[in-house]
């Protein structure tokens, strides 16, 4: 069964930094382009990164741009999302995502597995 499990979630307050992890029981993961997105109370869920499989294209949302970086190591079938100088509105629940294909994608249908989720709050 395939399964993507986040881990890194916590809290921390505003300025600081998390480190998200997701480990993926996927046989392609170096071909699959993953995800971030998070969610937060009363809110959709929003894209916040992705990177492609392959050559490790990354892209992220306006409002994270700068802040956090997404990268992968394919030999431990993981992708990680490190969130520097927090703010008070990333609080949300992240999740990872894997889409069939490599290329990378912004919308959430694009994407066929997520995780569970992890919690991430910044404290102000």
């Known amino acids: 069964q395939v399964q993507l499990v986040e881990s890194g979630g916590g809290l921390v307050q505003a300025g600081g930094s998390l480190r998200l992890s997701c480990a993926a029981s996927?046989?392609?993961?170096?071909?699959?382009?993953m995800g971030w997105f998070r969610q937060a109370p009363g809110k959709e869920r929003e894209f916040v990164a992705t990177?492609?499989?392959?050559?490790?294209?990354?892209s992220y949302a306006d409002s994270v741009k700068g802040r956090f970086t997404t990268s992968r190591d394919n030999a431990k079938n993981t992708v990680y999302l490190q969130m520097n100088s927090l703010k008070s509105e990333d609080t949300a629940v992240y999740y990872c995502?894997?889409?069939?294909?490599?290329?990378?994608?912004?919308?959430?249908?694009?994407?066929?597995?997520w995780g569970q989720g992890t919690q991430v709050t910044v404290s102000s």
């Open positions: 995502a894997a889409r069939t294909g490599a290329l990378t994608r912004r919308r959430f249908n694009e994407y066929t597995i």
């Open positions: 996927l046989r392609t993961f170096s071909s699959n382009a």
């Open positions: 990177i492609s499989g392959g050559d490790g294209f990354t």
